[in-house]
């Protein structure tokens, strides 16, 4: 059975930091890319970052670039959402989502398969 499980959320002060996970199992996260989405209350789900099955090709979007990464674990087949610096503006539910991808090096802002099931992350004072 195809899952990917997402965990880590919670609240945290602004200027905080968080790292959430996506889980792979049944299938292998070598053969994909993924990506990290947001979708604030009443706001369209919008696309956080990307990275290629390497690991070697990243894209962020423009506000939350400089202050998250996604860190890959191949071994572990897992990926995670590291969150520095969070603002209130960041609140959301969080997903990831994977696609697979013949080009190692490509990453995507659409078309994925598989998607977490989301982590809700709260930043408040």
């Known amino acids: 059975q195809v899952q990917f499980v997402a965990s880590g959320g919670g609240s945290v002060q602004p200027g905080g930091s968080l790292r959430l996970s996506c889980a792979a199992s049944?299938?292998?996260?070598?053969?994909?890319?993924v990506g990290w989405f947001r979708q604030a209350p009443g706001l369209e789900r919008e696309f956080v970052g990307g990275?290629?099955?390497?690991?070697?090709?990243?894209s962020y979007a423009g506000s939350v670039k400089g202050r998250f990464t996604i860190p890959r674990d191949n071994v572990k087949n897992t990926v995670y959402l590291q969150m520095n610096s969070l603002k209130t503006e960041d609140t959301a539910v969080y997903y990831c989502?994977?696609?697979?991808?013949?080009?190692?090096?490509?990453?995507?802002?659409?078309?994925?398969?598989?998607w977490g099931q989301g982590t809700q992350v709260t930043v408040s004072s």
């Open positions: 989502a994977a696609r697979p991808s013949a080009d190692s090096h490509r990453y995507y802002l659409s078309g994925y398969d598989y």
């Open positions: 990275i290629s099955r390497s690991g070697g090709s990243t």
């Open positions: 049944g299938f292998s996260l070598d053969d994909y890319a």
